[in-house]
Structures are given as structure tokens and as C-alpha cells.
């Protein structure tokens, strides 16, 4: 099972400020580049930002963007607007079992 | 817009058992492989199982193997999650989720949730 360890737990930042989420896998994630993030605010679903490590899904911002490939993924946040402060996750599903990173809260300073 | 609206969830005693379902609209239903994905209350997400869009093909996680079924209704648009012998650490929100294209375990799509708890 692909181990994905996300870092840092908390980023505190303020609105306008850069994020940059890290992801790490614990073998290469099988095609390189077969992961995607994920935005979860509190008492809502999961919302798909980023798949195929760097492609953005429908109308997703293009403050939003994902690279990466083979252990090492980053999700990038050029500048934070109120409403990204949240948890992010990202996921591997190019080996089976699919599997979940522990996520990073992204909270304002 | 696509939605995705799940029911069926509450509370029940270890060892019963519950099923879930999805009602889905918005889309053609029978494209998508759909999904099941919990996330216990304060913790990370976990897949659970998915069935192909012809229902044809299921797979799971090793956690619910053999008590827990999906299965699908394409005259219906509804997905369902029939769950046996429920264990405490079923206890979580469940969602069921559109694959974006096939069956590649993207999650495109998601319900709101519906909590499961089980408990004596």
C-alpha cells in the first residue's frame, strides 16, 4: 500500500500569501503522475481541485496548480483568498489500494 | 449541475445491518463507475468500494470485503451500499462519488455525506 504523508500539518498564513502544500509518497505512485488534491471545508464534501498531479478540474481557479511526479507532489496557492482556508488532501490512484493523505489545514494567521 | 444526494444512513447496533443510497441526477448516470468513500468523524477519507457503470464490476476495500456491497440501479440513477455486520469502526460520514471518466478512482463529483454510527 502507497503511504502518502502530507506536510505541513498546519500552514498558517495570511490572505494574499503564497501556499505551498507538500505530498510525499512512500513508492512512486504508479504512471508518475497519478494524484490528486482535494479541498474540504467543515461540514462539507470533498471538492476534486487538481487530477493527474497538475491538471485543474472545471472551474477551479488558476490560483490553484499541482506538480510533481513519481514520490515528490506539491500543491501551489499563489495567493490566498478567504475562501481557500481549509483542508486539503491529496490521493494516489495509480496502485491499488487508493489511498489518502492525512491532510493539511490551511488556516489564517 | 450534477447531484448527488445520499439517504439511508443513522444509527444501528454492531452486527446489523444498514443500506445506503445515492440518488444521482444531472448527468447520464450510466457512464460513470460511482464511488463510496468514508471519512471517519475528525479523520482522513478512506475509498471503500466501487462499481463499474454497467455494474458489471465491483471492487473493495479490504476492510469491508465480504460485509459490504455495491451495487446499482440505472433505471433508477441510484447506487446503493448495502452494509453487513456492522462494526464500531464503520462508524463514519459516507459519500458516494462520480469517477471522472471510467473508472479511474478520481473523484469528480461528491454527495453531502450521510453519517452512520454504530453503536449499542
Known amino acids: 500500500e502507497i503511504v502518502l504523508t502530507q506536510s505541513p500539518g498546519t500552514l498558517s498564513l495570511s490572505p494574499g500569501e503564497r501556499a505551498t502544500l507538500s505530498c510525499r509518497a512512500s513508492?512512486?505512485?504508479?504512471?508518475?503522475?497519478?494524484l490528486a488534491w482535494y479541498q474540504q471545508k467543515p461540514g462539507q464534501a470533498p471538492r476534486l481541485l487538481i487530477y493527474?498531479?497538475?491538471s485543474r478540474a472545471t472551474g477551479i481557479p488558476d490560483r490553484f496548480s499541482g506538480s510533481g511526479s513519481g514520490t515528490d507532489f506539491t500543491l501551489t496557492i499563489s495567493r490566498l483568498e478567504p475562501e481557500d482556508f481549509a483542508l486539503y488532501y491529496c490521493?494516489?490512484?495509480?496502485?491499488?489500494?487508493?489511498?489518502f493523505g492525512q491532510g493539511t489545514k490551511v488556516e489564517i494567521k | 449541475q450534477v447531484q448527488l444526494v445520499e439517504s439511508g444512513g443513522g444509527v444501528v447496533q454492531p452486527g446489523r445491518s444498514l443500506r445506503l443510497s445515492c440518488a444521482a441526477s444531472?448527468?447520464?448516470?450510466?457512464?460513470?463507475?460511482m464511488h463510496w468513500v468514508r471519512q471517519a468523524l475528525g479523520k482522513g477519507l478512506e475509498w471503500v468500494a466501487v462499481?463499474?457503470?454497467?455494474?458489471?464490476?465491483?471492487f473493495y476495500a479490504d476492510s469491508v470485503k465480504g460485509r459490504f456491497t455495491v451495487s446499482r440501479d440505472n433505471s433508477k440513477n441510484t447506487l446503493y451500499l448495502q452494509m453487513n455486520s456492522l462494526r464500531a469502526e464503520d462508524t463514519a460520514v459516507y459519500y458516494c462519488?462520480?469517477?471522472?471518466?471510467?473508472?479511474?478512482?478520481?473523484?469528480?463529483?461528491w454527495g453531502q455525506g450521510n453519517l452512520v454510527t454504530v453503536s449499542s
Open positions: 462499481v463499474s457503470n454497467d455494474g458489471s464490476n465491483k
Open positions: 490521493q494516489q490512484y495509480g496502485s491499488s489500494p487508493r489511498t
Open positions: 444531472g448527468f447520464t448516470f450510466s457512464s460513470y463507475g
Open positions: 462519488a462520480r469517477d471522472s471518466r471510467g473508472y479511474t478512482y478520481i473523484f469528480d463529483h
Open positions: 513508492q512512486s505512485v504508479s504512471s508518475s503522475s497519478s
Open positions: 493527474d498531479a497538475s
